[in-house]
């Protein structure tokens, strides 16, 4: 493979993971509109992107997989297509916590319309906001922006801890709200995750861009974890 092809490659390499987190990104969206106006057709949309997601993942796989196979990649070359892989994982993942919080909303079909004490919308727009400028930081090559990705991460680990102790105690007063308090607490912590995956891309970034590996430097997370009530 000639040096020109190869960069073609490289070229139409990041192109595919830009429509994969295109796709991402729309799902969460669409997920939140699911849960705020209890549309279970859009909840079939997020469905129907999860499993083209799914696909472009093991298609992006094998791209790259195939790109080490065929040529010695420079040291920058082999740091960015080693990032496309992890962050083709973590868009994945991104994908199915969509999914996951249409299957929660799923589960409210039934249940009554009430106010919490919890803005899921605001939560998952400052989680959205992190992938989207994990992701502009990519385009770009931009390792100072994937930075500031790192510190939006502590204002959504705030709020789930929020979430937690709120929703928490409403079900412990009024248990005939426990139902929906749950699958929000569930849902907060779902978008928890997302800024999780969305941090982890900003890291790879860093990683293609500088060569600096800036995993683990932040304090362990002590997040209640509410799975334990289930």
Known sequence: MTRIRFQQS?????????VMAGLAEQAIQRAIEAYRVRDLSICDLVNRSEMAINRL???????????????????IDLRFILS???????LERVG???????ERVRG????????????????????????????????????ELARTV????????????????SLTALMAEQCHLAPQALNALMIARILERVADHATNIAEDVIFWVQGDDVRHNKKMKTVPDPHAME
């Open 108 to 143: 409210m079909e039934q249940m009554a319309i009430v106010d919490l004490p919890v803005d899921i919308p605001r939560m998952a727009t400052l989680a959205s906001e992190m992938v989207r400028k994990s992701l502009q930081a990519f385009i770009e090559g931009d390792a």
């Open 57 to 75: 993942e093991r298609e992006i796989d094998q791209a790259a997989l195939d790109l080490l196979a065929m040529e010695q990649p420079t040291a």
């Open 150 to 165: 790192l510190t939006m991460d502590d204002a959504v680990d705030v709020m789930n801890r929020a979430a937690y102790k």
């Open 10 to 18: 490289l070229d139409e390499l990041k192109e595919q993971l830009l």
């Open 96 to 102: 199915d916590a969509a999914k996951n919080i249409t």
């Open 84 to 90: 496309v892989i992890k962050i083709n994982a973590d």
